[in-house]
């Protein structure tokens, strides 16, 4: 498995960003680094199916899972101080993992394979939600949003 280093993109004593983006990964070892000084994981354009390993990495507040092969999301239930999720164009096709991610402000689901959209109520503090580029035919309750600025989806009515 092709790994990349970590390189400090944000300023000193706000954490470090690991950006493995394009390395060819299939899966994420158990080996993954997540000193507590990393804040920001990126994995975009590799060929990963699924989030695991990632109980370690309880002090991420970024994660970017763009351009893989998803099928779940599970995974990031565990990363209770995330704000930033980023998971456009994977194979989603059910939200799951929301419930306990209540300091998220910034969620991106676009490209996906939704056809609902829910537990997402309890996340109060997100402000932008991107789920275009789905086929979803049944939204949740996003009344306890109040933060919520900018919401990018389509919702198909039968």
Do not use: F
């Not at 209540?102 to 997402?120: F, R, S």
């Not at 949003?145 to 919702?155: E, P, Q, R, T, W």
Request: proline letters at 3%; charged letters at 20%.
């Amino acid at each position: 498995m092709a790994v990349a280093g970590a390189d400090s993109a944000l300023p000193p004593g706000e954490g470090s960003v690991v950006n493995w983006s394009g390395q060819g990964l299939q899966k994420l070892g158990p080996n993954l680094p997540c000193e507590a000084d990393i804040h920001t994981l990126i994995l975009d354009k590799n060929q990963i199916i699924k989030l695991e390993n990632l109980e370690k990495c309880k002090q991420l507040i970024q994660l970017s899972v763009a351009n893989n092969r998803l099928v779940r999301m599970m995974g990031v239930a565990k990363l209770t101080q995330l704000r930033v999720l980023n998971l456009p164009h994977n194979s989603i096709g059910y939200v799951e993992g929301l419930k306990e991610l209540v300091h998220l402000e910034w969620l991106n689901l676009a490209g996906n394979n939704l056809k609902a959209m829910d537990q997402i109520n309890s996340c109060t503090a997100l402000q932008h939600l991107d789920l275009s580029d789905n086929s979803i035919h049944q939204m949740g309750d996003l009344s306890k949003l109040i933060a919520l600025k900018v919401s990018m989806c389509s919702v198909i009515y039968e």
